[in-house]
């Protein structure tokens, strides 16, 4: 079974359409969004409706709970009311594996869970939570960690990497007898997507954020 997992597209419509071809090469047998759709760029309807059309399962993330400022006051009623149906876990049961897809941690939406964490915190974490495979987003900053019998993800970022690679990313979940994780980076138009910030009431710095990936 081979699982497709990305989060953190935050309303970057080239780097989300560059995700889809990506997604049709690799023909996961399922795809799951971790969150935030929106903020930082000036599409997140376009991406929204794509989401609801091919019925992408979703989490919410802490962006998409967010109502006031120019990013968030661009979402529509209707995807407004869509964002705010969305749950904070997802758990699956694959091959006697209990995977559980969380934004920010299992005990909160912004909680970052990095790979420095220390690892009694994160294996205390992951056993109140019932989980031997954790996968994470909200820090753009990918990671596979493993422990004797737990393991945790980070997606990264579709739209806003930090870990000085502009590319957008997101894993694919092998799951069999064992766990595998692949990460995949993907070129697009950062130039269109930077530029579109600066075409618009947000600030300039964010362009650059993209475009440097920090």
Known sequence: MRIALFSDVHANLPAFEALLASLDEQKPAVVYCLGDLIGYNIWPNEIIAEIRKRG????????????????????????????????????????????????GSPRKIDEYVLEEMPEYEVIQMMDAAKADILCVAHSHLPY?????????????????????????????LNVGTDITVDFIRFNYDIEKAANAIIDSPLPDELAERIIKAY
């Open 144 to 172: 596979h960690r493993n422990f004797s019998d737990k393991q945790v993800i980070n997606t990264g970022s579709v739209g806003k990497p930090k870990d000085g690679d502009p590319r957008g990313g997101y894993v694919i």
């Open 56 to 103: 992408i399962a979703t989490l919410k993330g802490n962006h998409d709970e967010k109502t006031k400022g120019y990013a968030y006051e661009l979402v529509t009623a209707d995807n407004r009311a869509y964002l705010d149906t969305l749950p904070a876990h997802i758990r699956l049961d694959y091959a006697d594996f209990q995977i559980l897809l969380v934004h």
